[in-house]
């Protein structure tokens, strides 16, 4: 029999309703769930019910202490997979930050859903079943960690919350899935090639490095980057720049006087930055001006990895943001 241990976190898939009629978020524990929960097949659980929070109140401190647990759970040689459960506000962060600094071979799984479990049409049980259902099959072990969602395991660097409310809320737009979850089945197509993993050289109590995202609209002013570089606390920027990267020029006196990594990502849902053009404010400019070149991260997901790499120690920033 496989043991999977199923850590919770919170948000809409442990809600319940409010007299009003709304959600509030991380009120059921990990228990609460399981009991409301059909367990596939013959499924041994070890549950921890880590947060009670909605996905938005989670912070990078909850990261690292999610971190420690999923990792002691991961080494434990009884445990065959891990589920994370997690609000999908912040899924996708979740998820990539624990690719990002735990090197597993075994499954590890984060899930979550848009409606709660009370809701008309919920995707809580499904997706949550579904999660332990890919933790306990031996084809998701060295995937790094997976985000399972309406059946689709994808990966945690390219997931992104596509849509508010939807049931089908995740996918990862020019990248596709690893497969596919049907009848208790899973059905894998394709593998990533590497991952690069940070781990910290001691236990992390308190996390210390702030990273803050400007994005980058036609009209855009620079003031608001002028008063994150100026500000005590903040130890690093993404500029969220337009097409292949670019931003306006007044930002550019701005970016030079940074003492803080500034990472440039794009807009758009696909493709990388790349100094194409050359001309002020364009990603030739920025990367002449010490700016990090984000390839093809979205901002959030470079806003987790500059996050991990400043807490980890890593010196050379920009071979870090190459791969």
Same mark, same amino acid.
């Given at each position: ?12 898939? @442990? ?9 509030? @978020? ?39 202490? *999610? ?68 933790? @306990? ?155 990090? *070149? ?30």
């Amino acid at each position: 029999m496989k043991k999977i241990a199923l850590v919770t976190t919170g948000g809409t898939i @442990a809600s319940k309703k409010t007299n009003g009629g709304r959600l509030r @978020a991380g009120e059921r524990s990990g228990e609460e769930l399981v009991d409301m929960c059909d367990v596939p097949f013959e499924l041994e659980l070890e549950i921890v019910s880590l947060f009670n929070k909605p996905s938005i109140h989670i912070g990078y401190g909850d990261l690292w202490q *999610l971190r420690v647990m999923v990792t002691d759970l991961l080494r434990d040689e009884a445990i065959d997979g891990v589920v994370v459960t997690s609000g999908t506000d912040t899924l996708e962060e979740m998820a990539y930050f624990l690719d990002l600094t735990i090197e597993n071979e075994k499954p590890l799984v984060v899930t979550g859903s848009q409606r709660g479990p009370d809701q008309v049409g919920s995707d809580a049980f499904v997706n949550l079943q579904n999660a332990m259902i890919a933790a @306990a099959d031996e084809q998701v072990t060295q995937l790094g960690s997976v985000v399972v969602f309406n059946e689709h395991i994808f990966s945690a660097r390219y997931v992104q919350k596509t849509h508010t409310s939807n049931v089908q809320g995740f996918y990862a737009p020019g990248y596709g899935y690893f497969g596919l979850i049907d009848n208790e089945r899973v059905n894998l197509y394709q593998r990533p090639l590497y991952r690069d993993i940070y781990k910290p050289k001691t236990r992390i109590e308190h996390a210390r490095s702030q990273i803050e995202i400007v994005k980058v609209h036609l009209g855009a002013s620079p003031d608001l980057l002028w008063h994150l570089l100026e500000m005590d606390g903040i130890h690093g920027v993404v500029l969220e720049g337009l097409g292949r990267g670019q931003v306006p020029p007044a930002f550019m006196p701005v970016i030079a006087h940074a003492r803080i990594p500034i990472v440039v990502t794009t807009s758009a849902n696909e493709g990388e930055v790349y100094p194409a053009y050359e001309y002020e404010g364009s990603t030739y400019d920025l990367l002449h001006h010490g700016v990090l *070149l984000g390839k093809d991260y979205s901002s959030r997901k470079a806003k987790i990895k500059l996050h991990v790499l400043l807490e980890t120690g890593v010196k050379d920033l920009e071979e870090a943001f190459s791969k």
